[in-house]
């Protein structure tokens, strides 16, 4: 039996003694018949359970949870303190139409350039077609969505049929497509677009309802036990807007991965190294936009599951605060650690996404009582104030903590750039208990997850499951009431020491990730694999936002001496968007000149 851990209360913690702790995950990295054989072994009645403690223990598990006297109360969900309001902002209504919190949105942007492309101005950087860009294409008869769906259609089948299937959309159908674009077209003949979003192309990751595409969480079967009736929420407000719906979005098999491998219909690629993993679970959403063949994707992210594939494909990825958004629909709909948040290749189109998509649900409405939803205002010299008097906490220890220094490097150079151009100050901070953050992460989000799937486990459906899945659902069955319990007593204390954080900055930076992209083991691709240090280095800095609901972003700031893109984070306050879209706005502005074409890039919106 191991001693007895004491914690003193979270306000008693002496900051100046915390020193950080590099996180060593002990556990094999296994693909082919060695992962097949060591899952059989885990999942056997007694030498399984036996494995799973061992391992448990190895990585201080049973340490941080079970051995130690913790005296906050338990925090079940995310409760936020009263928070300042936020300055150089529009407010959005969310009882509105979501076309008029997008046109609110649009006016908050910067006037629109003409993009030099157009004028046959072919000279780098390279730069993607933003939603600005598809409109003015269509408005003024360069385009229209009907041609641009021809062009992307038979790329996402060639996808599909690759040996092997690296397929974006697992649920795709041509025609409808075809029928979306058609109607769309159309509204611009007769002079009325819904929106400014009319026309676009967009992918819905497979966890969120989307008709008439059934939606299989990544897997082989929950569309045989889970009938799609109607649209989620966030797809409704979508499709009101005039968004073609591409289809369902490859990913992680029920987002029990960071890598984005699925060997049940393939595993999408990176588009910037083909041969390396997208990240995930959010794989198709973050690989189709950073491909070019759609302007933004939805995704879901219950432990960096947005961002991590988004700096890893060198795109924008957002997590909204928990509750901002309506789950209803998803097949996470019931957790306490996961949102719906968009992907795309610019800012600015992440705040167009997000202004139709928001709105929270009654009952989180009435227990969180969420501020109002606002958007800064990126073209008035009120941003630019807001800017000059904003600090920046970064942990320093912590944030040097990466697989390469060109990381930290490239993040770092970019955070003195910022501070130069508009005044910004550094602030060091110490975030205490990180290791107890990421176990309480881990207790909550597998508890959730085992609680969503248990059901149909129970009924044959496991054995159907991918082997990394099977993998993690034995780690899962292993925590025990008092795990829980414990965590959420984390929870609470670890929210503690973020709020006395906030207290003293603004915004919390970190390199989204600990690794760029990840190659992809040949011996992958057909059963998966289990690698313990690579999710660890994948989800080092993006726990705190899941299990505190805070929200974050994650903007594109460069790359690695290998060529792949390298992602920096913004953690915000409770209820912060508009500040975190306003900073990482500000540092995709920076950042222009250093944007590269991924190798697998298609220019479906003007073909020369």
Known sequence: MGKKRVMVPAQEVDLSIVKYEPEAIQAPHLTGFLFK??????????????????LKKKNKFIEMLRNTEIPEAPMFKPEFPPQEPEHGVVTLHEDGKPEDRVESALKCL???????????????????????DYAYAYRSGLATPSIVAERIIPIIEDFSSKKPPQPLLIS????????????????????????ILDGIFMAIKDDIDCLPHPSKSGSTWMHQVRSVKKDAVCVSRLRSCGVILLGKANMHEFGMGTTGNNPNFGTARNPHAPERYTGGSSSGPAAIVASGLSSAALGTDGGGSVRIPSSL???VGFKTTYGRTDMEGSLCDAGTVEIIGPIASTVEDVMLVYAAILGSSLANRNSLQPSAPCLPILSARDSLNALESLRIGKYTTWFNDVNSTDISDQCEDILGLLCKAHGCRMVEIVIPELQEMRNAHLVSIGSEMLCSVNPDCEDGKAARMTYDTRTSLALFRSFTASDYVAAQCLRRRIMYHHMAIFKNVDVIVTPTTGMTAPVIPPSALQHGETDMQVTGDLMRFVIAANLLGLPAISVPVGFDKQGLPIGLQLIGRPWGEASLLRVASAIEELCVKSKKRPVSFYDVLKTN
Request: net charge negative.
């Open 110 to 132: 910067p006037d629109y350039d003409l993009p030099g492309s157009w004028n046959g101005n072919q000279d780098p950087p390279f730069k993607y077609w933003k939603i600005r």
């Open 313 to 315: 494909c060198g795109v």
């Open 172 to 195: 795709f159908d041509a025609e409808e497509v075809r029928k979306q674009a058609a109607a769309s077209t159309k509204r611009f003949e007769e002079g009325k677009p819904l929106s």
């Open 37 to 54: 054989f060591f899952v059989s072994i885990i999942e056997a009645p007694v030498i399984g359970s036996l494995l799973i403690s061992y």
